[in-house]
């Protein structure tokens, strides 16, 4: 809108203050007011009745600051810059579509659902290709319509705070109806009036903890806030579930039969954690194809975190596991607790992943001589088996030592004690019981819950990631090798 006559001061100072309420935003090298929106029905009502009620009044409509929407689509809020084509966001509030266009500015193969109850603010959002989605109405009609169906790799948003004839704080709403639209792993980013950081009724206490659980929040700066008010930035990653069953922060461990799945650049994304979590890349640097698997999200914010095999996670940028606790370098025995860069760098999120880890982690055991380790196994396993403990002992027992004879699982208990007696295996009780135990620990699980005879048998074990503890109690080093053997050679004999 121009202004093409010359106003005395207090006119114009007048003027500029409605239009500055309409929305508008003076363009002093072209005398002008630039709106979001047809302006012409809102001045009319101005100059018909000499009132106005703004978007912001009428609707909760407040426009996302340019600058606003570029930080929340971009790291380390947003990880929509490494999502590939084809994924889900939602963009609830969308207004003028300020923050759709920030979102395909980030990644421009995705695609966006945007739902704007404003007839005339919908009609700017649309276009772009067919990348986005525009529906006109209310994001609670949405909501109720789309069902459980309606899920998302990510949500941006700046969320109506009040609404005519609405509760208080209608955003909590806003939020929470979109974090249950989340995927597994996905992210949500909105802003939200300042009153999340110190209001105390029950609404606002659980939308911190929610935050503490599963993201965090800051203040914003006024300079940047929508409509200059005071406001602050959440963010919340949905759990993608733990192997096991354990917390999602801690880390996973892989079968080394997995088959990776071969992508062109690192995926890095939720989907990506449930249908490719080990991949393997074509490094054009270093000329080589590179492992890399998801390991955890991190225990403060949620971020996911992926790790190369061998050093080196450059490539994976902000989702790189190396800043996580790991007890080895602590001198302790335990899990990987997952740590982004940016938390791990914060005192407070770093104090209290290490407190969480400290919880967890045990003193690194004492290696027990091999000997003692593997009488153990057999006096536990029993002679004659009689629980299933004892008896998936024992099978385990009985396939290591046709492992380290050199015979099949087929072989008999005769042909077991000929293959020992020809001296299938030469050294000293150390190395023979270590041989026994490497062969047992192969057919451990290491990450299912053990007692502390089998997870002392995984120290014996080739995977410096495999959970240990010291053995309880030292058992007579050869006093249950020697009963097999008696056992065996009885048998045999009973045989001929």
């Known amino acids: 809108m121009h202004i093409t006559q010359r106003l005395d001061p207090d ?22 007011f630039t709106f979001g929106y047809d302006c012409r029905p809102a001045v009319r009502q101005v100059i018909k009745t000499g009132e106005y009620r703004s978007p912001a009044q009428a609707e909760g409509y407040v426009p996302t600051p340019e600058v606003l929407a570029e930080e929340l689509t971009t790291e380390p809020f947003s990880d929509l810059a490494r999502m590939p084509a084809g994924s889900r966001v939602l963009e609830p509030s969308a207004g003028d579509g300020q923050l759709v266009r920030a979102i395909l500015e980030a990644n421009d193969e995705i695609q966006v659902v945007a739902i704007e109850p404003n007839t005339e603010r919908a009609a700017l959002v649309g276009g772009h290709g067919g990348r986005v989605t ?22 941006v948003m700046n969320p109506p705070f009040t609404l005519p004839g609405q509760r208080a704080a209608v955003w909590i709403d806003h939020v929470m109806l979109a974090w249950n639209m989340l995927e597994p792993g996905g992210r949500l980013v909105a802003v939200v009036p300042a009153g999340l950081a110190f209001r105390e009724d029950q609404r606002h206490r659980d939308m911190r903890q929610l935050a503490d659980d599963f993201g965090g929040w800051a203040k914003l700066p006024n300079d940047t806030s929508p409509g200059g008010q005071q406001t602050c930035v959440i963010w919340l990653a949905r759990p993608v579930p733990g192997q096991e069953g354990r917390p999602p922060w801690l880390f996973r461990h892989y079968p080394d039969a997995i088959e990776p799945v071969r992508v062109k650049v690192p995926w ?47 490539a994976l940028g902000n ?33 209290g992943a290490f407190t969480v880890a400290q919880h967890l982690w045990r003193q690194p055991p004492t290696k027990a001589a091999a000997t003692s380790v593997w009488s153990l196994l057999l006096s536990r ?32 208990e005769v042909e077991l004690i000929e293959a020992r007696q020809a001296g299938a295996l030469r050294g000293g009780p150390d190395r023979i019981a270590a041989a026994y135990l490497r062969a047992y620990a192969d057919r451990l699980d290491p990450v299912a819950d053990l007692d502390d005879a089998d997870r002392a048998a995984l120290l014996w074990r080739t995977d410096p990631d495999a959970p240990a ?4 109690g030292e058992p007579d080093p050869w006093g249950a090798v020697l009963a097999e053997i008696e056992h065996l050679e009885w048998e045999l004999n009973m045989v001929s």
Not at 326 to 348: P, Q, S
Not at 385 to 411: C, F, I, K, N
């Open 11 to 32: 006119l114009w100072n007048a003027v500029a203050k409605v239009l500055t309420t309409l929305g508008g935003s003076y363009q002093a090298r072209h005398s002008a």
């Open 268 to 314: 890095l994304t939720t989907r990506a954690v449930q249908q490719a979590p080990v991949q393997v890349w074509h490094d054009t640097w270093s000329n080589e194809d590179r492992v890399f698997r998801y390991r955890a999200q991190c225990w403060r914010c949620g971020w996911l975190l992926w790790e190369f095999d061998g050093a080196d996670d450059q």
């Open 134 to 155: 525009v529906v006109n109405t209310s994001f609670e009609e949405y909501a109720a319509s789309a069902g459980k169906d309606a899920r998302f790799d990510a949500v």
């Open 319 to 351: 989702h790189a596991a190396h800043s996580c606790l790991r007890a080895e370098e602590h001198d302790k025995a335990g899990l990987t607790v997952g740590l982004c860069f940016n938390c791990f760098n914060d005192r407070e999120s770093n104090d």
């Open 469 to 472: 503890i010291a053995v309880t």
């Open 381 to 412: 396993g029993g002679m004659i088996p009689v629980d299933s403990l004892e008896r998936e002992r024992y099978t385990r027992v009985q396939a290591a030592l046709r492992v380290v004879a050199g015979v099949d699982d087929a072989a008999t």
